[in-house]
């Protein structure tokens, strides 16, 4: 849990600290960035990775199989930058950022490529070539995405998600499905977010479903319907495109926005100067929790 505790003698009301003296804050933090988007018209196409995902809670996993990262000093009255990465329409998802912490945007999932890099990687699409490879994920921030290992119906694999690799399209043909995130419960209750997205499908009836945590679901054979984009503020991969009649109904689904959520002791308060954030401030067990769903700027404690 966070602790707050002071390094020297200060003045400060209710702390002992003077303005800008360095203290010693254990502040819980999750920043998970944008996902990826898929691609403008593509023969099943692969599911776009998850926006990466970075959390120092204490027993919980950040992304990519990695271990819970170490907690940050601060400053009283002091400018930090925190980012709300948006969700990719087409390409890579934008980076979320808290002081030093950046995730990493999750990758597109292509059509007849590999997938692109990312904090979660997109899938590979096969569109009737087999053996194009998932995109890597980052360390510490997600998975690869899943690759297209059949050239049968143009299907594509699964995007990455923070805690699971894409899914391969299987020996059918059909869509992989997207890699799951992972469980945090920074906000006091359990939450699962930076799930990928689901492979399409363009000649067959199979897709990839979205993986647990706001991925979104392939496009389907024989429907106007684009893949499924990924859900707001969880950094979800976009399910990847059919490619189905029309340009505009082979779209893969757009990536969600990503998140950055602090907590911290009650005895702080949070005030964005300038503005340009869009967030909310609840209590949470004795401390105070902030969750910050748009923009970008500069905050402090105070």
């Known amino acids: ?114 997938g692109a890099s990312g904090g979660s990687g997109g899938g590979g699409s096969s569109n ?63 939450v699962t977010r930076a799930g990928g997205g689901g492979g399409g499908n363009h000649f067959g009836p199979v897709v990839g479903a979205g993986g647990t945590g706001g991925g979104g679901a392939g496009g389907p054979y024989g429907s106007s319907a684009p893949g499924v984009s990924g859900t707001a503020n969880t950094g979800g991969g976009g399910g990847g495109g059919s490619g189905q009649t029309t340009v505009a109904s082979g779209y893969g689904g757009a990536g969600g926005s990503g998140v950055v959520i602090l907590k911290y002791s009650n005895r702080l308060t949070i005030s964005n100067p300038g503005g340009g954030l869009t967030s909310s401030t609840s209590p949470a067990g004795g401390f105070s929790v902030t969750t910050f769903t748009a923009g970008t700027g500069n905050i402090q404690f105070n």
């Open 128 to 190: 009737g070539n087999a053996n194009r490879p998932g995109g890597a994920g980052t360390a510490n921030q997600g998975f690869a995405g899943g690759n297209a290992t059949s050239a049968a119906n143009a299907a594509g694999g699964g995007g990455g998600g923070a805690g699971a690799v894409g899914v391969a399209t299987n020996v059918a043909g059909g869509g992989g499905n997207g890699g799951d995130g992972v469980a945090s419960t920074i906000t006091g209750s359990s």
């Open 1 to 114: 849990m966070p602790l707050l505790s002071t390094r020297g003698a200060g003045s400060a009301k209710g702390f002992g600290l003077t303005s800008g003296e360095k203290i010693s804050l254990d502040i819980n933090y999750l920043v998970i960035a944008g996902g990826g988007g898929g691609q403008d018209y593509a023969n099943g196409q692969g599911g776009s990775g998850a926006g990466g995902y970075r959390s120092n809670v204490t027993g919980e996993p950040s992304g990519g199989g990695g271990s819970a990262e170490s907690s940050i000093t601060i400053s009283l009255a002091t400018n930090y930058t925190v980012t709300v990465g948006a969700g990719a329409g087409t390409g890579n998802g934008s980076n979320s950022v808290f002081s030093t912490i950046t995730s990493t945007g999750g990758g597109q999932g292509t059509g007849d490529s590999a």
